[in-house]
């Protein structure tokens, strides 16, 4: 390629690999200092190309420091300071740029880095402040993703349902409270979106199928079938295991379905390869 007056440009190949490196720094750079002026269009940036990005931040540990980083800006722009004067306040346009941004930051990391995502919530659940509106938006990235494209949750339900009983715990009443009703709502996306989990509303108790991601060959002596949450506690309550001599676990396809009888005090799940019911 050359320019006008003798001048040379680089071939598109080598631009196109060496520029996600130097922007992706630059970009989270500059979201850290939303609401200024450059912030949101930083923001956006980084949520519509977010698997490009999360490639060259250099680690997983980079990619945690981003998400803390969103989450303690979604607080930080939410919340004006004590004593803060109106003239010293970004203009409300701004302001609602750069909140709609970081948001749609926190939603992008939840859809493609779900791992990440689910253990950096779990710990910062009960170590941020119970009333942050952070853990609210980190609950509807959650509803999203599920809503959008549950496939990504398939292989971690077992850490979401975690993160759904530490924002329930009720030795923390004032976190309980403020993720009660979205936590709920999380349930309820949950039982629509999969048939392996059951909710019973009388008895406030989950059921999640276990689904195996190891060959059948590496399965355990004595597989789990399911697993029974008691939402009112917070805690997973029973874990129903094939037993010995009795009747066949369902098998490599593990639980496809669970369904809870309408007292809620039995439970039955289902195999389809074979076919396979236990109750």
Not at 86 to 111: G, I
Not at 238 to 258: C, F, I, N, S, Y
Request: charged share 15%; with cysteine; glycine share 6%.
């Amino acid at each position: 390629c050359h320019l006008a007056g003798g001048g040379r440009l680089a071939p598109r190949c080598q631009v196109a690999a060496d520029l996600p490196a130097q922007v992706a720094p630059k970009l989270v750079a500059l979201l850290r200092t939303a609401p200024a002026a450059g912030s949101a269009p930083a923001g956006a940036i980084l949520a519509d190309g977010i698997k490009l990005w999360v490639k060259h931040l250099g680690s997983d540990r980079a990619i945690v420091e981003l998400l803390e980083m969103v989450l303690g800006l979604v607080e930080q722009l939410s919340c004006r300071p004590a004593g803060a004067s109106v003239k010293a306040a970004p203009p409300p346009t701004e302001l609602m740029l750069a909140r709609e941004a970081v948001a749609a930051v926190v939603y992008a990391l939840a859809m493609h880095t779900p791992a990440c995502f689910l253990r950096t919530l779990h710990h910062r659940l009960p170590h941020v402040s119970p009333t942050s509106p952070c853990h609210l938006t980190a609950l509807m990235a959650l509803i999203h993703v599920l809503q959008a494209r549950p496939a990504a949750l398939v292989p971690h339900l077992s850490e979401l349902l975690e993160v759904v009983m530490t924002a329930l715990d009720p030795a923390h009443t004032t976190l309980r409270r403020t993720c009660l009703q979205l936590a709920t709502a999380l349930v309820k996306e949950l039982v629509r979106r999969f048939p392996t989990v059951a909710f019973h509303p009388t008895s406030m108790r989950l059921c999640m199928g276990h689904r195996p991601h190891r060959p059948p060959a590496e399965a355990q002596a004595n597989p789990c079938i399911a697993a029974v949450y008691d939402l009112q506690s917070a805690s997973k309550i029973r874990v129903l295991e094939e037993m010995e001599g009795g009747p066949p676990a369902p098998a490599a396809d593990g639980v496809v379905l669970t369904a809870f009888s309408p007292d809620g005090n039995a439970l039955a799940a289902f195999s389809a390869t074979p076919a396979t019911a236990t109750a």
